[in-house]
């Protein structure tokens, strides 16, 4: 044996050894650090780039697409540079977030998130993800790995974008990718447990596939472009923007090319290209997204004590016990309310908004005790219903009598648990709004002597007639069906209310209840959830009518579950950046400022390093202006193209160069994909985001660049317009700044 063959075989011995060590090690440590992952990376992988890389380089000498072969090694260069990312001494908040819901769905247990299911089940499958090993090192390995793949894959089917349906240079390919690859937020996304990779490579295969279909005219592609977009939808949210970029340009090819060429029978025009493809557009990727929340729905059977659970509706709680066989019989409530039930009242437009006091005082105002909504199931939240009128207190009080309540009767609501009385406080301004007709509302002692005051112990409830009652005008008060608004008849004359505005940390963070006149009448709306326990229940000659919970169809079971898990997220991302101030972002605009920005752990750079990535960006930029105008002046120069030379359409196409139509039309596309995935979160109702949420808009802006480089290169008619607008639009902010 030679003395070469020698040392490779105590490599190899020493290499296995390095990765037994590393995965005995791997089950004590709860987290793996840079250099146990570069280990990994170095010793474990490499043949499998190899293999890959060959696989690949045969497959694209016999397409005869040999100027692509570049980026598959620049793909293999850029996951190695950015391997020493991947490896933290401690796991990342993001991917504990990640981590914590696919061990949800792991284990059937019933949440509530406003991002759809079908990325955490993705990597949970393809992880093979044992919920009781979420933060061993193996399972983090394989997902890191898993969404490494997914980058690397989303950078070849951007490069195959570019240079098979835009004829995009290899040069100019591989410079974006380049630029793409060493974009910090791109690296610190690839090598980590992400749903941003997973989703913008759905977004570059529907880009992809739609191109395809626009040139070729390929049925399959098609369809692969509404599979991919129903992926999009259904892995996150801002797939709903893509699906929307794609809408509009059919739209526009429909009205425009379809609907101009005489060679198109009516037939074809009507039954093919507009009811086929709409059916398609909407059916498949539907059907994907439903098919997601069906998973997990049937999956989760673990509801009981489960806080996301209690946030829901009487009625979705009831649908889901029953489908998930926690219980054989339907729920059923009191048919109506009475005097002295015991009841707990939720706000109908608050996520779990339960009418709650506590033994805490307000720190301002009365000092009286707090009245608030707490989101969850609490002892705090039971309230006893007493009659207020004179002739009702006989009934109830001295007759023995049941008495139901009924509309605009006069009441006290007593909480039960600390034994004092809803008050409105006419001379105290609430904690947090303290505008001129808004009043406190706490709860207080049934004073001793101080008749005057009574009066601001007393509410009605006032609720729309029931035609189905014997005595409309008088109908009863039942639980679930009836809304009704608790309105003050003391010395103020109001309505109790509640909003999003929460009490600060002496007040746990849950939501102001305060009384107000005149009222936003949505937000004066309560109901009855729940009675838990019946007056006279057990009695002599008790008895009493039973209302059977309904369940929820489908669809409306499906809406309430995305409504509350929207206003989950928007509640907790409030009470977080409350907590947390620097969790809000000012401004989001400053994601795409070509010049630095200052970095902290929720905004970084979207691009760092030399000028020419700053002015990429800045040029860019600008062709969102200059492009619909100088298209609006070809219009009226247009010209018939000349013949073509191929017979074969599919040679001719894949050889075409760049015209300035293209190029136009394409940069149009672009800039509106760029425009719906990025002005977007201006309309986010809360401030917690992070740049991450850029990486679709900016996967498109590469695209745009692309196209514009390219028809640089084949035209220099707008080279000088273009290196203008983009030297200004780089410069202007700086020489104002």
């Given amino acids: 044996m030679t003395h070469t063959a020698i040392a490779d075989t105590e490599k190899n011995e020493n290499t296995d050894d390095s990765i037994k060590q590393f995965y005995h090690q791997g089950k004590s440590m709860p987290y793996f650090s840079i250099t146990e992952w570069q280990k990994f990376q170095c010793l474990k992988t490499s043949w499998v780039k190899n293999f890959i890389i060959l696989l690949f380089s045969s497959f694209l000498a016999i397409a005869n697409y040999q100027r692509l072969l570049p980026l598959i090694y620049l793909i293999q260069s850029s996951n190695s540079s950015t391997a020493h990312f991947a490896g933290k001494d401690q796991i990342l908040r993001p991917e504990e977030k990640i981590l914590h819901q696919i061990g949800l769905i792991k284990e059937g247990v019933f949440h509530l998130n406003f991002i759809p299911p079908l990325g955490f089940t993705i990597f949970s499958i393809l992880g093979r993800v044992d919920p009781s090993e ?27 974008t570019l240079m098979l349906v835009h004829n995009v240079n290899a040069i100019i390919t591989i410079g974006l990718i380049t630029l793409l690859t060493k974009t910090p937020i791109f690296i610190q996304e690839s090598c980590n447990i992400s749903l941003e990779m997973l989703e913008i490579l759905s977004i570059s295969l529907v880009l992809f596939n739609f191109g395809c279909y626009r040139k070729f005219g390929n049925s399959m592609a098609w369809i692969l472009t509404c599979v991919f977009l129903g992926f999009s939808i259904s892995i996150k949210n801002i797939g709903w923007m893509t699906y929307l970029l794609v809408g509009f340009v059919y739209l526009y090819d429909f009205s425009v090319s379809y609907m101009g060429d005489i060679k198109i029978s009516n037939k074809c025009l009507f039954g093919y290209h507009l009811v086929c493809k709409t059916v398609t557009i909407i059916a498949i990727p539907l059907s994907i997204l439903l098919g997601s929340y069906y998973y997990l729905f049937t999956t989760s059977f673990n509801v009981l004590n489960v806080p996301d659970f209690q946030l829901m509706t009487p009625q979705f709680q009831q649908t889901l016990l029953l489908s998930s066989n926690v219980i054989n019989e339907r729920k059923a409530v009191p048919d109506y309310i009475n005097f002295l039930d015991t009841v707990l009242i939720r706000h109908v437009n608050s996520l779990g908004g339960h009418l709650h006091s506590h033994n805490f005082t307000y720190r301002s105002g009365s000092h009286e005790q707090q009245v608030t909504l707490y989101d969850f199931e609490d002892g705090n939240n039971e309230w006893v219903i007493e009659p207020a009128s004179d002739i009702l207190k006989k009934r109830v009080y001295a007759d023995g009598e049941i008495v139901s309540v009924r509309r605009n009767d006069k009441v006290y609501l007593r909480h ?16 947090i709004n303290e505008r001129e007709h808004d009043f406190e509302v706490s709860c207080r002692d049934w004073p001793a002597n101080d008749t005057d005051s009574i009066a601001d112990f007393r509410f009605s409830l006032d609720y729309d007639k029931d035609e189905n009652d014997i005595d409309p005008i008088r109908s009863k008060l039942k639980p679930i069906r009836t809304k009704f608004q608790i309105t003050a008849n003391g010395g103020k ?29 949505d937000r004066t709306l309560f109901f009855i959830d729940d009675v838990v326990l019946p007056y006279g229940k057990g009695g002599p000659g008790y008895e009493m009518d039973l209302y059977e919970v309904p369940e929820l169809n489908w669809f409306r079971f499906l809406a309430e579950y995305i409504y509350r898990s929207f206003r989950k997220d928007y509640t907790f991302h409030l009470i977080d950046q409350d907590i947390d101030v620097s969790l809000k972002e000012d401004s989001i605009h400053k994601w795409v400022i070509p010049w630095k920005i200052e970095d902290n752990h929720n905004s970084h750079n979207i691009v760092s390093g030399p000028i020419v990535y700053d002015a990429l960006i800045a040029l860019v930029l600008g062709l969102l202006v200059v492009s619909p105008i100088i298209l609006f002046i070809r ?25 300035i139509y293209d190029f136009l039309q394409y940069d149009i596309i672009y800039s509106i994909g760029w425009a719906l995935h990025f002005m977007i979160f201006n309309y986010s109702k809360h401030q917690v985001l992070s740049i991450k949420e850029y990486l679709p808009a900016f996967i498109l802006l590469i695209h745009q660049a692309g196209i514009l480089f390219q028809y640089v290169k084949n035209s220099k008619v707008l080279l000088g317009i273009i290196v203008s607008i983009g030297l200004v639009t780089y410069l202007l902010p700086l020489v104002l700044k």
């Fill in 134 to 160: 979420l933060s061993s090192l193996a399972t983090l390995v394989r997902l890191r790995w898993i969404n490494l793949i997914f980058s690397s894959a989303t950078v070849f089917v951007i490069s195959l």
């Fill in 416 to 431: 039960k648990i600390t034994g004092k009385y809803l008050y409105l406080s006419p001379d105290h301004k609430p904690p």
């Fill in 493 to 521: 004359i109001c309505d109790v209310l509640s909003h999003d505005d929460r009490l600060p940390s002496w007040g746990f963070y849950q939501q102001e209840v305060l009384c107000v006149s005149p009222a936003v009448v």
């Fill in 635 to 659: 219009f009226w120069t247009w010209k018939l193209p000349k013949q073509q030379s191929h017979e074969n359409i599919f040679l001719d196409n894949i050889i075409m160069k760049m015209t």
